[in-house]
């Protein structure tokens, strides 16, 4: 089975079809795994949490427990009322690839997909850019939707220099595009395609003294922003589903190396250094730019199973499924990953009920994508402003009861 992309999603897919039994090769065009969740850090809020007990109880929690033994912080989002922590990042790329590793799972890094051998309505193998190809009985595009600089071109404002290198490592190619599957091109609510990231990474030693220290000590530190420094436009093009009073204010949280302003989508540096305790401070990511990175332009057509449709042996997981938090690329992931290995030994997909989070959840953003308006919304399982599963106030996910007891027959792990 061959797994194209090494991020959350593409490490969930492979550990979970290494699990099923199948031999696994994973192709990662870069030369570290984990993608865009090198500065990623929150995790685990609210409806998020049901998902992850969830998954421990189908047999997946390996990946989430890894980033919980790296947890800094316990925070308090305003729009995550419960359970959310922030984990040291700079960590944990070498302890999740030995999981992956140990796993038995056969890593091909600095390894470019560039094509697909496609027969009877099945990929036969993968072509990389060096000439060879890598045979597969099944398949999971897991690559993404982030980066190339035909992207910065094409949507402007944004990814110069993107959390996975594109300048250095080319082009992202998917295997839904490349087999002739189909895509949903996401846009903003004003309709410009793609989607800005959330968050900037700043230096931690260049913020104030005081401010680090407090940062540090508290993890998540509310600053009010001058009134001249607030843009109520962002709301309308962040990557996540944010409320104004991330637009009002800057929420620094610790997340190991560096420090992360969530929610703030841009802002220039010479701008941050107007906010007192930011006067001399460097933005880390996204480097010489104001503005951020560009995600979720594509999301493959492809059913409740993560099998993309027309295409009988592809599945897809993480921002090409539709799911671009760190709880969904690994939730997604891990179903996709499972399929695919039930596909390859000849196994009937699994589908999770409704009656799981994690099953309504994929249920609602299968539904929605396949609308021009719902296309427009962003859904993950905890912020509750805009095309939130979990209903408009956060509070939804409590009603689900995590009882092991449900699900035997449903274990994937």
Request: aromatic residues 8%; neutral net charge.
């Amino acid at each position: 089975m061959i797994v194209t992309g090494g991020g959350l999603s593409g490490c969930a897919a492979s550990l979970a079809a290494a699990k099923a039994g199948a031999q696994v090769t994973l192709i990662e065009r870069t030369d570290t795994l984990i993608g865009c969740a090198i500065r990623a850090g929150e995790t685990r809020g609210n409806g998020n949490f049901v998902g992850q007990q969830e998954l421990r109880f189908l047999g997946g929690g390996e990946l989430f427990d890894a980033l919980e033994s790296l947890k800094l912080h316990d925070v308090q989002f305003p729009d995550a009322a419960r359970h959310t922590f922030i984990f040291n990042t700079a960590l944990a790329e070498p302890r999740i690839r030995k999981i992956v590793i140990e796993a038995g799972v056969k890593v091909h890094f600095d390894s470019r997909a560039i094509d697909v051998i496609r027969e009877n309505g099945r990929i036969r193998g993968v072509k990389l850019q060096d000439g060879s190809t890598v045979p597969g009985d099944s398949f999971v595009d897991c690559t993404g939707t982030r980066g190339g600089i035909a992207v910065c071109h094409k949507y402007g404002k944004g990814c110069v220099m993107c959390l996975v290198r594109c300048p250095s490592f080319g082009d992202r190619q998917g295997l839904v595009e490349k087999a002739g599957g189909k895509v949903f091109h996401r846009s903003r609510p004003d309709g410009t395609p793609g989607v800005l990231s959330s968050a900037v990474a700043l230096y931690k030693d260049t913020l104030a003294p005081w401010l680090k220290a407090k940062v540090e000590k508290e993890g998540l530190v509310k600053i009010p922003l001058p009134e001249h420094l607030v843009d109520y436009s962002k709301v309308a093009i962040m990557g996540a589903s944010r409320p104004r009073d991330f637009v009002e204010n800057i929420f620094l949280g610790d997340i190991g190396a560096v420090v992360k302003c969530f929610g703030i989508v841009y802002m220039a540096q010479q701008k941050l250094r107007q906010v007192s305790g930011f006067e001399n401070v460097q933005v880390e990511d996204p480097r010489a730019s104001g503005w951020n990175h560009i995600g979720h332009v594509d999301i493959a057509e492809r059913n409740g199973f993560l099998q993309v449709e027309g295409i009988e042996n592809l599945f897809c997981g993480g921002e090409k499924a539709g799911h671009g938090s760190v709880d969904g690329a690994i939730m997604s992931g891990y179903l996709a990953g499972h399929n695919a290995a039930r596909n390859a030994f000849g196994v009937e997909p699994l589908g999770l009920p409704r009656s799981l989070a994690i099953g309504d959840w994929l249920a609602v953003v299968t539904e929605e994508y396949r609308t021009e308006e719902g296309r427009k919304k962003q859904y993950r399982m905890y912020h509750g402003s805009t095309g939130c599963t979990m209903g408009n106030t956060g509070e939804g996910c409590r009603s689900w009861v995590c009882t092991p007891m449900m699900w035997p027959e449903l274990r994937i792990g």
